[in-house]
T-cell receptor
Framework: GEDVEQSLFLSVREGDSSVINCTYT??????LYWYKQEPGAGLQLLTY?????DMKQDQRLTVLLNKKDKHLSLRIADTQTGDSAIYFC?????????????FGTGTKLQVIP | GAGVSQSPSNKVTEKGKDVELRCDPI?????LYWYRQSLGQGLEFLIY????????KSGLPSDRFSAERTGGSVSTLTIQRTQQEDSAVYLC??????????????FGPGTRLTVL
């Protein structure tokens, strides 16, 4: 079945760049996503990329996709303390008329002031 | 309301009791999803609704788990004879079906279930 893996923890200093990595197994993925979960809250879509794209940039966020290696990364430039959260990588594929999403375990980002 | 709401926010129950968790999706969202988030685990898919029907319930872990949706809106996830391993955060999400924004799921804050 589909599997999405990511490291559990990342610690960076405020102002540095953060890079969160993810690998997935489903070669028929349609979209790949990064969701952010702040303490006590649900998940919020941060950004997404179509599976036929290599890169997407959105302000401080850069998503890189290596489809051959099934590797997705999220780079956060100038990381701020407000970026401290759990970041979930996810992929989806068409299934019965909807996008079935498989989530990773989440990477907890700790930003040190 | 503006977002997905879930109730209760916290539920503590005794082993063997039944619980009902409620989800109010965003108005107009025809697709509704339930997930389970356990400590150190990712989000585990439970069930997907399109309108009132559930074309994919493959993630329900046992027959103690059931869900329904009425009026194409509110959904209830029921866990019968709860076990300690059912303790988790249960998240609900909704989305549009079809169209440019169908890829985005909007999540509620979750219900934290603790089974003693």
């Amino acid at each position: 079945g589909e599997d999405v893996e990511q490291s559990l923890f990342l610690s960076v200093r405020e102002g540095d760049s953060s890079v969160i990595n993810c690998t997935y197994t489903d070669s028929s993925s349609t979209y790949l996503y990064w969701y952010k979960q702040e303490p006590g809250a649900g998940l919020q879509l941060l950004t997404y990329i179509f599976s036929n794209m290599d890169m997407k940039q959105d302000q401080r966020l850069t998503v890189l996709l290596n489809k051959k290696d099934k590797h997705l990364s999220l780079r956060i430039a100038d990381t701020q303390t407000g970026d401290s959260a759990i970041y979930f990588c996810a992929e989806s594929r068409e299934s019965g008329g909807y996008q079935k999403v498989t989530f990773g375990t989440g990477t907890k980002l700790q930003v040190i002031p | 309301g503006a977002g997905v709401s879930q109730s209760p926010s916290n539920k503590v129950t005794e082993k063997g009791k039944d619980v009902e968790l409620r989800c109010d999706p965003i108005s107009g969202h025809t697709a509704l999803y339930w997930y389970r988030q356990s400590l150190g685990q990712g989000l585990e898919f439970l069930i997907y609704f399109q309108g009132n029907s559930a074309p994919d319930k493959s993630g329900l872990p046992s027959d103690r788990f059931s869900a329904e949706r009425t009026g194409g809106s509110v959904s209830t996830l029921t866990i019968q004879r709860t076990q300690q391993e059912d303790s988790a955060v249960y998240l609900c999400a909704s989305s549009l079906k079809g169209g440019k924004r169908s890829y985005e799921q909007f999540f509620g804050p979750g219900t934290r279930l603790t089974v003693l």
